[in-house]
């Protein structure tokens, strides 16, 4: 499978778990430890999608689609680990060991995380759009749905959820227009035959 296929796979795994993700946070699917062991991956999913998409839009994205794709993808990385901590390691700690950690320095990392990730999706999706080679839509919708996202402490859960759906729709979208590439790719370049030259 070529790079396009494969980040264009996560992103869909990544749009399934978003939404799977917030209807186990709105009571709509059961707590089990299945969904609390995926809750992390739609982050890391996630991250492996933007490369995809950036690797498509780096030729017309410019430095800004650089230092959109940095950003963005050093939030998420920072959101599966705050995700892995808050499934995995705040659960086994005393709520009065779990306040302390927010109310310092854990805290303030969790703040600096999402202040990254937002600024990387607003930055990254506007080189996405300027780029012209993504569906705009779709990535309106991305940057529309992680805004919320990106503020889990900040906003309302119901906002916070919604969000999350939202911004699965959107990379759903773009992850389409991933698979589409990859389809073209071959379409292109077709795979040769071992032991067969292609001629002029």
């Known amino acids: 499978m070529g790079v396009y296929r494969v980040t264009a796979a996560a992103g869909f795994v990544c749009a399934v778990l978003l939404v799977v993700n917030s209807a186990r946070r709105a009571g709509l699917l059961p707590e089990t430890a299945f ?11 996630g991250l492996l ?5 950036y690797l498509l839009v780096r030729g017309t994205a410019g430095g800004l689609g650089l230092v959109g794709y940095v950003l963005n993808s050093a939030g998420l ?22 306040s302390e950690l927010l109310a310092g320095s854990t805290g303030r990392a969790f703040l ?19 780029s012209g080679v993504m ?3 779709g990535v309106v919708l ?7 996202g990106s503020l889990r402490n900040v906003v309302p859960l119901p906002v916070y959820l919604t969000g999350l759906v939202v911004a699965a729709v959107g990379v759903a979208w773009m992850a389409a ?20 030259r292609r001629t002029a």
């Open 35 to 45: 969904t609390h062991a995926i809750a992390p991956f739609g982050a890391l999913t």
């Open 49 to 53: 999608a933007i490369t995809g998409i």
């Open 77 to 98: 990385a920072g959101a599966f680990a705050i995700e892995y901590i808050l499934h995995f390691v705040f659960p086994y700690l005393g709520g009065g060991t779990v």
């Open 112 to 130: 600096v995380t999402a202040a990254v990730l937002l600024a990387g999706v607003l930055t990254f999706s506007l080189a996405a759009i300027r």
């Open 135 to 137: 569906p705009v839509v």
């Open 142 to 148: 991305y940057a529309v749905g992680m805004v919320p």
């Open 177 to 196: 227009r991933l698979w589409g590439a990859a389809e073209e790719e071959l379409v292109t370049h077709p795979p040769q035959t071992p032991g067969v």
